[in-house]
């Protein structure tokens, strides 16, 4: 099966940085979009960003200019690089990998346990 590890969360200060990391890996015969979401106290999980397998980037209205999500095929690896962090931005931060099975061949989407990060004033 496919295994999704998320990593880099913590504690930070309001205008500080952390970089979080999602490694994809098991028997993927294709690793597609991949996206990170978030959910906060008390708010619905929402999406923060994605990034195709090509590099093509979408980014929630409220992380746009602060967050960038990259990734490196080679790795299986996505990244989150957060600045300028807010209050606001405190949430467990989720990796989701969408993959084909190298034996079945079904389309998957899998979720990592994720990652707390946490912004105090």
């Known amino acids: 099966q496919v295994q999704v590890v998320e990593s880099g969360g913590g504690l930070v200060q309001t205008g500080g940085s952390l970089r979080l990391s999602c490694v994809a890996s098991g028997r993927i015969s294709s690793l597609n979009t991949m996206g990170w979401y978030r959910r906060g106290p008390g708010q619905q999980r929402e999406l923060v960003a994605t990034?195709?397998?090509?590099?093509?980037?979408n980014y929630a209205d409220s992380v746009k200019g602060r967050f960038t999500i990259s990734r490196d095929n080679a790795k299986n690896t996505a990244y989150l690089q957060m600045n300028d962090l807010k209050p606001e931005d405190t949430a467990v931060y989720s990796c989701s990998a969408q993959c084909n099975d190298a034996v079945t061949y079904k389309y998957l989407v899998v979720w990592g346990q994720g990652t707390l990060v946490t912004v105090s004033p």
């Open positions: 990034i195709t397998r090509g590099g093509r980037t």
